[in-house]
């Protein structure tokens, strides 16, 4: 590491650590109107990657506010010691799927059991994710995060509003990171499968970039029908993802990271205030406020447009649903 990255990362550091970690959550709290506890009596959620960490939060948090929810992992045994933290009523409102959204496949299914059923979903939180510093290729022949960050997102998304499994006025949760912040908008680097020029925070950022894109694309065709669709940031976090991935800076920062429940805040929050959304303007919101989408200046000019990274998407679907006919 040279001088020139050191600073850069004492700067990246100095700026954000005030506003991403418990120090950010508590001093904006003070200035919320609404504390009062969320009410989704009725409603059926939908959260991927709920076995631990955001997800989990969220499907504590949606169940022990009155909503039925489908809680879909990969790991059954972990999904299922999730669930049972909860009060026996609590849990009996879960209904576990399992699913390894890195394969396309397996999201196929995922998407395809929910269609089958006759259950109409109010909210979808799309946020399972990871963040690989190893290089790894599916069976499918993709990388790993590019698949469970977004590909499978927009699969599953687009699958469940093509069916028309989604409730009137229902809402969509993309769960991004800061780590979008480093990067623009582009197709061309989400799925690379290079290990010699692949950078796992790098990669994350892209798909994170591109879940914002995506809720964009979502408000322009849908929000006429009632369906209104977010991206969010937790902030800095204490999850088993960020611990694994990030072993540096966990040691660093530990003792301030927020709480899952603390960085799923914002998430739940709109679900219950569901706030106006753009049809034109990307908003990414953070602590409950909608805040800009770019902090450094190469990132405000995009590589792609909204359609080409939908074009994308949609092609890389048909490469393997066309291999297994």
Known sequence: MNLTQLIKIIAFYGRLTPSYTQIGFYARRLSWHSKKPFNFDGQCWLITGANAGLGKAMMHAAVSSGADVIAVARNAEKLDAAIAELPTQRADRVTPLIADMSLQIDTQKLLDSLIATDKSIDVLQNNVGVLLNEHTVTSEGREKSFVTNILSHFLLTEGLLEQGKFAKSAVIVNMSSGGMYNVPLTYKLLNNLDPAKYNGKVAYGFAKRAQLALSQYWNEQYC???????????????????KSSLPLFWKLQNL???????????????????????????????????????LFAHTRTPRCTVAELVDFLKKELLLVSGSHE
């Open 224 to 242: 006429e029908n009632g369906l209104r669709v977010y991206t969010t940031h937790p902030g800095w976090a204490r999850t088993p993802g960020v």
């Open 256 to 294: 301030i990271l927020r709480t899952p429940a603390q960085g799923a805040d914002t998430a739940l929050w709109l679900c219950a205030e569901r706030p106006e959304v753009s049809r034109d303007e990307e908003v990414i919101w953070f602590d409950r406020k909608p805040r800009p989408t770019h």
